[in-house]
């Protein structure tokens, strides 16, 4: 396999062990470096426990001091060179797996090393490691043999299955209403427009034995969960759970344990959870979370939420990661460029970017030997030229939906943007507004919302049909019908 890797090893609370892997070599190219846990204080502790505190510049603090405690001197400088080597020179891309001993250091493997970040202090650029482009930051269970890796590509002639769970105790007031449809109108295009996949469709709200046997029947190679999950204090250790509906509509509670024997007839190759809380790791048993669970009953891929999440966060990422892997990425790629997906629309103020964590115990991510053609390949979205661009924001301007913050938020809402997560909502003129919000949705190629948008203000300037049916051609916006 063409791939070169950067493995981080933590056999204990005071030793760092590095792996350099290359496809030339067979023997990687080994360093040993000090694991300083001392730099991350009480105060950062206090902060990493405290989640909800956890924005703003706190996030890069913790992400530098997740850094500076992994790395030490030398193995920053071997990082930085290495780096500086495939990813600047070769322009190759470089997966960073973190492997930490679950067993003796579950307090370890709970810090949220996805927000680990080149300290600025160094000047060698801005390196955030769970979203930079050319790296693929995972996790992998400690000292898992690569006779244990299993493979998940797709056999020659068979389709990607995908099954969507959905669990909605809509009977129980404290938990918040669980929106699956963008995923699932998402998925039926998929279904149409590729070939090699197959969208199992919805189940909805079924009890834990009909889901079993509908897992056995159908054989899902991707097990996509989205529901709720929690960590609670169970006789004195966190307890990872996810929500299921009995037949009142209540949550009924199963969990990490119980939950894992979902998949005890059938195991799928990817298990998505799309669960609040799902990702976070217990400080005091490590596999009592969701996702180290599945990881440890040998799951090849699971991909998990270690904060809360909103929904329409969570469906960014979903169907950025979706795109990818259809694309023809690899997993581990697909989850860094939806994640880096996050930190275009939300920023490093939030820590949306670093919710998603991975779990990968696999020979190699990709699903497919090759890049699948699609139905629409002669129907590609074009990129708005400058021009096109101008057009746009004048016409919006001309449309009266930026004057006020009620109706831009009345906009944004309308074309499945949340008002929230834009950051640039009050105290700005019409036309910056303007100019910033097509920014946004080009830089994250939400050409879904920018087709939304021209179909919004249409009506409301009659004047100007034939330049918006420009822009919406240049957009393909024809597929989202």
């Not at 495939?86 to 579950?106: D, F, S, T």
């Not at 005890?264 to 048993?285: D, F, M, R, Y």
């Not at 004048?394 to 950051?423: A, E, H, K, M, Y």
Request: with cysteine.
């Amino acid at each position: 396999m063409n791939q070169y890797f950067y493995r981080i090893i933590i056999p204990d609370e005071n030793t760092v062990r590095v792996q350099k892997i290359t496809p030339q070599s067979n023997n990687p190219e080994q360093l040993p470096g000090k694991l300083n846990l001392t730099k991350i204080n009480d105060k950062m502790r206090e902060i990493i426990k405290a989640p909800d505190n956890l924005k703003g510049e706190q996030i890069t603090k913790v992400g530098e001091v997740l850094f500076e405690a992994l790395f030490d001197s030398q193995l920053r400088e071997y990082f930085l060179a290495y780096y500086q080597e495939i990813v600047k020179n070769k322009q190759k891309n470089l997966a960073v797996v973190l492997e930490i001993n679950e067993r003796a250091m579950p307090e370890v493997v709970a810090y949220p090393w996805e927000l680990m970040c080149l300290p600025e202090k160094y000047n060698q650029g801005e390196i955030y490691f769970s979203t930079d482009r050319k790296l693929s930051f995972y996790r992998c269970r400690y000292q898992l043999k690569e006779s244990e890796k299993v493979s998940i590509k797709i056999n020659k002639g068979e389709q990607l299955k995908i099954a969507l769970v959905v669990s909605r105790p809509t009977a129980d007031s404290q938990l918040s209403n669980v929106e699956y449809e963008p995923v699932q109108k998402y998925l039926k295009r998929v279904d149409v427009e590729q070939e090699q996949v197959k969208f199992l469709g919805v189940m909805d709200s079924l009890d834990f034995y009909e889901i079993v046997e509908r897992l056995e029947a159908n054989k899902p190679d991707i097990f996509h969960f989205i529901g709720h999950g929690q960590l609670i204090e169970k006789d004195g250790e966190e307890v990872g759970q996810i929500a299921f509906a009995n037949e009142f509509g209540k949550a009924d509670w199963k969990d990490a344990k119980t939950f894992g024997r979902l998949f005890n007839g059938h195991t799928p190759k990817i298990v998505i959870l799309q669960a609040c809380e799902t990702g976070k790791q217990s400080e005091t048993n490590a596999f009592s979370s969701v996702a180290s669970r599945l990881m440890l009953q040998g799951i090849p891929v699971v991909i998990a939420m270690q904060y809360k999440i909103s929904n329409l966060t969570a469906v960014s990422f979903v169907k950025e990661f979706y795109s990818r892997i259809i694309k023809g990425d690899s997993v581990e790629e697909a989850v860094q460029k939806a994640r880096f997906k996050l930190s275009i629309e939300n920023g490093y103020e939030r820590r949306d970017f670093a919710t998603p964590v991975i779990f990968m115990g696999v020979q190699d991510g990709h699903l497919f030997e090759s890049i699948p053609p699609t139905i629409s390949e002669s129907e590609e979205t074009e990129d708005l030229n400058p021009s096109d661009t101008e057009t746009l924001v004048d016409i919006l301007i001309r449309s009266s939906r930026v004057n006020t913050l009620s109706s831009r938020r009345s906009l944004c809402i309308s074309i499945q943007v949340n008002p929230d997560d834009t950051g640039f909502m009050e105290n700005i003129a019409p036309r910056d507004f303007a100019e910033q919000l097509i920014d946004l949705l080009q830089k994250t190629r939400n050409f879904f919302a920018l087709c939304k948008l021209c179909q919004r203000i249409a009506p409301i300037v009659p004047g100007f049909r034939t330049e918006l049916n420009s822009i919406q051609n240049k957009l393909n916006c024809n597929q989202y019908e």
